[in-house]
């Protein structure tokens, strides 16, 4: 009897032993198909993950392209309409300009907003958004500048041949449309229009003439002379005189007759002197009577001629602000010197044009900058000559453009010799005929005019001249960005 009960307990603990191994199999059964539901769960929603971000980059990187294409697009139509900045709706006054929205089929749209050039400025600033249809909500936004180069890209610009002397100095890149004679020295690209010419005796050459490169001389800088190189031509890029009067009658400053008003008809018997003031003002002064005439060189620089050009007396005709368009053309003979600010150009001429009525530019005293950034730029139009007379400065510095339309940018030879010591020009010299500070004997040595000359480049001219100044060339990429929602640029 005892050993049939032991027995039957021995069953019963084993069956119970079963059981529980039984239900612990379950447990463990359940917790690990648990965790791989869960794993296999984060597994999926990892990978839906994945797809989901898989395909907002791939949006992304096509609304980086579309947005790319939108500057290609507005590039085009700059390149057939430099002045088209609205999309061809014809939409003025606006700033930015746009949006202007084009449809890619099946792929998506970009929309552009174009911000005009601003006064003293050629960059139109182009911001295209891409967005993909797909995935609306992933789109990237590109700005681009993109500029004309203005005549003021060269530090030196002339329509004939050249001399520099062992004193003078050109920083920046030059060109002439003639050959070159470099005695000085250069720290940036000469080039020159012709392989050969001839040199005559006014650049030290003997009296029959001399077959010479396109650059050569005792100067430095070798390497940075280029020749022959592409004629700039001076018809295409002179200024339009007649539009820059308009401009002066439309928002900028026409000064005529006894003042600033062209309306009145008629010019000043003399001219006028304007002199700029730091505070972003300028006297305007009629002249009424010059010092006596000194001999010198006429305007073709063939014989002597009796000029009066120094100011002897002058009324005063008021104090004016810069106007608004940077425009002020001068219906007269102009004198000009003080400190600029702001940006400004200033014409002088009468028209319509006749050789024996144009207008020239003195520039009686330093003319500078406030401060030699972008926020200062000067341009000088004379319809014939810009002249630095024989009583200016003996260490004269001029900032700003200088364009000789039709004449010579030049300090005139005079019978009566002033030997001076220093002309510095910061910004940049277009002469159409032969320019000169300094006058030579063949052998190098100074007899009038200034022993040392300077023109420095101003690199903000290139795509920030002064208002309205002429351009040459197509639209030039400056720079591409891309910027976040609602980021300024």
Same mark, same amino acid.
């Given at each position: 009897?005892?050993?049939?009960?032991?027995?039957?307990?021995?069953?019963?603990?084993?069956?119970?032993?079963?059981?529980?191994?039984?239900?612990?199999?379950?447990?463990?059964?359940?917790?690990?198909?648990?965790?791989?539901?869960?794993?296999?769960?984060?597994?999926?929603?990892?990978?839906?993950?994945?797809?989901?971000?898989?395909?907002?980059?791939?949006?992304?990187?096509?609304?980086?392209?579309?947005?790319?294409?939108?500057?290609?697009?507005?590039?085009?139509?700059?390149?057939?309409?430099?002045?088209?900045?609205?999309?061809?709706?014809?939409?003025?006054?606006?700033?930015?300009?746009? &949006?202007?929205?084009?449809?890619?089929?099946?792929?998506?749209?970009?929309?552009?907003?174009?911000?005009?050039?601003? %006064?003293?400025?050629?960059?139109?600033?182009?911001?295209?958004?891409?967005?993909?249809?797909?995935?609306?909500?992933?789109?990237?936004?590109?700005?681009?500048?993109?500029?004309? &180069?203005?005549?003021?890209?060269?530090?030196?610009?002339?329509?004939?041949?050249?001399?520099?002397?062992?004193?003078?100095?050109?920083?920046?890149?030059?060109?002439?449309?003639?050959?070159?004679?470099?005695?000085?020295?250069?720290?940036?690209?000469?080039?020159?229009?012709?392989?050969?010419?001839?040199?005559?005796?006014?650049?030290?050459?003997?009296?029959?003439?001399?077959?010479?490169?396109?650059?050569?001389?005792?100067?430095?800088?070798?390497?940075? #002379?280029?020749?022959?190189? %592409?004629?700039?031509?001076?018809?295409?890029?002179?200024?339009?005189?007649?539009?820059?009067?308009?401009?002066?009658?439309?928002?900028?400053?026409?000064?005529?007759?006894?003042?600033?008003?062209?309306?009145?008809?008629?010019?000043?018997?003399?001219?006028?002197?304007?002199?700029?003031?730091?505070?972003?003002?300028?006297?305007?002064?009629?002249?009424?009577?010059?010092?006596?005439?000194?001999?010198?060189?006429?305007?073709?620089?063939?014989? #002597?001629?009796?000029?009066?050009?120094?100011?002897?007396?002058? %009324?005063?005709?008021?104090?004016?602000?810069? &106007?608004?368009?940077?425009?002020?053309?001068?219906?007269?003979?102009?004198?000009?010197?003080?400190?600029?600010?702001?940006?400004?150009?200033?014409?002088?001429?009468?028209?319509?044009?006749?050789?024996?009525?144009?207008?020239?530019?003195?520039?009686?005293?330093?003319?500078?900058?406030?401060?030699?950034?972008?926020?200062?730029?000067?341009?000088?139009?004379?319809?014939?000559?810009?002249?630095?007379?024989?009583?200016?400065?003996?260490?004269?510095?001029?900032?700003?453009?200088?364009?000789?339309?039709?004449?010579?940018?030049?300090?005139?030879?005079?019978?009566?010799?002033?030997?001076?010591?220093?002309?510095?020009?910061?910004?940049?010299?277009?002469?159409?005929?032969? #320019?000169?500070?300094?006058?030579? %004997?063949?052998?190098?040595?100074?007899?009038?005019?200034?022993?040392?000359?300077?023109?420095?480049?101003?690199?903000?001219?290139?795509?920030?001249?002064?208002?309205?100044? &002429?351009?040459?060339?197509?639209?030039?990429?400056?720079?591409?960005?891309?910027?976040?929602?609602?980021?300024?640029?």
């Amino acid at each position: 009897m005892a050993a049939n009960s032991k027995h039957f307990m021995l069953l019963k603990a084993k069956k119970y032993f079963l059981k529980s191994q039984n239900g612990g199999i379950l447990i463990i059964t359940l917790l690990f198909t648990t965790v791989f539901v869960i794993i296999g769960g984060g597994l999926l929603s990892l990978i839906v993950q994945q797809q989901k971000l898989y395909r907002v980059q791939k949006a992304k990187a096509q609304a980086l392209h579309v947005a790319e294409a939108g500057l290609n697009y507005y590039r085009w139509i700059l390149a057939h309409n430099p002045n088209d900045y609205a999309d061809g709706t014809g939409e003025t006054g606006c700033n930015p300009c746009g &949006p202007y929205i084009h449809d890619i089929t099946d792929i998506g749209q970009f929309s552009l907003e174009i911000t005009p050039p601003q %006064t003293g400025s050629t960059v139109v600033k182009i911001k295209s958004t891409g967005t993909i249809d797909e995935q609306p909500n992933a789109s990237r936004a590109v700005v681009a500048r993109y500029g004309i &180069p203005s005549l003021a890209r060269y530090s030196f610009l002339t329509n004939n041949n050249v001399w520099f002397g062992q004193n003078e100095t050109v920083v920046g890149p030059m060109h002439s449309n003639g050959g070159i004679r470099m005695d000085g020295s250069n720290n940036s690209i000469l080039t020159s229009a012709q392989e050969t010419y001839t040199c005559w005796p006014e650049h030290g050459c003997s009296s029959g003439g001399q077959t010479k490169p396109g650059i050569w001389g005792t100067g430095g800088g070798y390497a940075l #002379w280029q020749f022959p190189e %592409t004629n700039v031509d001076f018809n295409a890029i002179s200024a339009d005189l007649a539009d820059i009067k308009e401009m002066a009658e439309d928002g900028g400053i026409c000064i005529g007759g006894g003042g600033p008003d062209c309306s009145t008809g008629g010019t000043s018997n003399i001219g006028f002197q304007i002199t700029f003031l730091s505070d972003g003002t300028f006297n305007l002064y009629r002249i009424t009577q010059l010092k006596s005439c000194l001999w010198q060189l006429n305007e073709s620089w063939q014989s #002597w001629q009796c000029i009066a050009e120094e100011i002897q007396n002058k %009324t005063a005709v008021g104090n004016f602000s810069m &106007p608004g368009n940077g425009i002020i053309f001068v219906e007269g003979n102009l004198w000009v010197d003080g400190v600029v600010s702001g940006k400004i150009t200033v014409a002088a001429a009468k028209l319509p044009g006749n050789p024996n009525t144009y207008k020239n530019i003195r520039i009686n005293g330093d003319l500078t900058y406030a401060a030699r950034d972008s926020n200062n730029s000067l341009g000088l139009i004379a319809q014939n000559n810009i002249w630095v007379p024989r009583y200016a400065p003996t260490d004269l510095t001029i900032d700003g453009v200088l364009v000789a339309q039709n004449g010579r940018v030049a300090r005139n030879y005079y019978s009566s010799h002033r030997i001076t010591e220093r002309i510095e020009n910061y910004g940049s010299i277009v002469t159409n005929k032969v #320019w000169t500070w300094t006058w030579v %004997t063949g052998l190098g040595t100074v007899v009038d005019g200034y022993q040392n000359t300077v023109f420095i480049y101003d690199p903000n001219l290139k795509f920030g001249p002064p208002p309205s100044f &002429p351009t040459s060339g197509e639209y030039e990429f400056i720079s591409w960005e891309e910027i976040m929602p609602g980021e300024s640029y």
